[in-house]
């Protein structure tokens, strides 16, 4: 993988927890809603974990990697600093959503990924 523009783009790179819970669902589908939006591509947390080279180095030279996590455990956020990379950190449950309690309707996901889309084209 890796950028053939010549230095003149950016690539965001946006991974999601994928977990088991309902909140955990929602970060992955909010991944793949900013990826279709054009906020970035989405891409294999589980990947990172397992130190996949190709994985850790596209990492490495990311624009921004954007960590999108289902709840405060932050799974994600916490292979991105054993791993020692830099990333900007999203948590599904600050968006009004309870883990174990909230559906995952088309507009819960819309709503987060607006929010989140948000906060990443401001800069946190
Ligand atoms: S961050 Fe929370 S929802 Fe996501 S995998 Fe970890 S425990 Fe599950």
Redesign the pocket.
């Known amino acids: 993988m890796g950028c053939s523009c010549g230095g003149n783009c950016e690539t965001n790179l946006i991974y999601s ?5 309902n ?2 669902l929602l ?1 992955d589908q909010v991944m793949r809603t900013l990826a279709r939006n054009g906020v970035g591509d989405g891409t294999c947390l589980s990947a990172i974990g397992a130190d996949l080279s190709g994985f850790i180095l596209s990492a490495r030279n990311a624009t921004r990697n954007i960590v999108i ?3 405060p ?4 956020k916490q292979i991105f600093e054993a791993k020692g990379l830099p990333f900007s950190h999203f948590i599904t449950t600050d968006f009004g959503v309870a ?1 174990g309690k909230t559906s995952i309707t088309g507009e819960v996901i819309e709503d987060v990924s607006a929010s989140i889309a948000a906060k990443i084209v401001a800069g946190e």
């Open positions: 927890c994928s977990g088991a819970a909140t955990g970060a996590d289902g709840c455990v932050g799974c994600g883990k």
